[in-house]
């Protein structure tokens, strides 16, 4: 993807809302490309994360890790996906880790087609915001307002399950 396309993509990220031309102009330079293949994991759920991303291509699938009881004194791990992100609609994930820097990734996030990301590490996030305040902000803003969307999604699901094992353990 050339530079100008580049750009206007960028402009259509939710995280850059409110961000002048030539502020994400300089975060564009600071970004990488990364390819990954279908079923490749791009981010571990439990391990440090110093970089969030920006899905450019393809859908990735997020995932939870679930312990469940499986014998009489057995536990096995099994994922449940959660979400799944998809190009078009300019998703971008991992951001958790620039607010953060100790705390782990709270989900495994998995390419679910070939995917092109953008990839915005964390000292190149730092020194921006260090470097423009008001870039700083608008970034911190964005991540949080995104942060309390996924927050509120997730108390509704976790609201809806517990209703539905209330009506079934009532059975």
Same mark, same amino acid.
């Given at each position: 993807?050339?530079?100008? &396309?580049? !750009?206007? *993509? $960028?402009g259509?990220? /939710?995280?850059?809302?409110?961000?002048?031309?030539?502020?994400?102009?300089?975060?564009?330079?600071?970004?990488?490309?990364?390819?990954?293949?279908e079923n490749?994991?791009?981010?571990?759920?439990?391990k440090p994360?110093?970089?969030?991303?920006?899905l450019?291509e393809?859908?990735?699938?997020?995932?939870?890790?679930?312990?469940?009881?499986?014998?009489?004194?057995?536990?096995?791990?099994k994922? &449940?996906? !959660?979400n *799944? $992100?998809?190009?078009? /609609?300019?998703c971008?994930?991992?951001?958790?880790?620039?607010?953060?820097?100790?705390e782990?990734?709270?989900?495994?996030?998995?390419a679910?087609?070939?995917?092109?990301?953008?990839?915005f590490?964390?000292?190149?996030?730092?020194?921006?915001c260090?470097?423009?305040?008001?870039?700083?902000y608008?970034?911190?803003?964005?991540?949080?307002e995104?942060?309390?969307?996924r927050?509120?999604?997730?108390?509704t699901?976790?609201?809806?399950?517990?209703t539905?094992?209330?009506?079934a353990?009532?059975?």
């Open positions: 993807m050339n530079r100008e &396309k580049r !750009l206007h *993509f $960028l259509n990220v /939710k995280l850059f809302r409110g961000v002048s031309p030539d502020q994400l102009s300089m975060i564009e330079r600071v970004l990488t490309e990364k390819k990954v293949k490749e994991i791009i981010i571990e759920e439990n994360g110093h970089e969030m991303f920006i450019v393809g859908q990735v699938s997020v995932s939870h890790s679930l312990t469940l009881k499986v014998g009489k004194n057995t536990f096995a791990d994922d &449940k996906a !959660l *799944f $992100l998809d190009a078009q /609609k300019y971008f994930f991992g951001e958790i880790a620039m607010i953060d820097p100790k782990t990734r709270t989900a495994t996030v998995t679910h087609s070939d995917c092109e990301l953008l990839v590490s964390r000292d190149d996030f730092e020194r921006l260090e470097s423009d305040y008001k870039l700083g608008l970034l911190v803003r964005n991540i949080g995104e942060i309390c969307s927050l509120k999604k997730s108390n699901d976790l609201l809806k399950l517990t539905a094992l209330s009506i353990l009532s059975r």
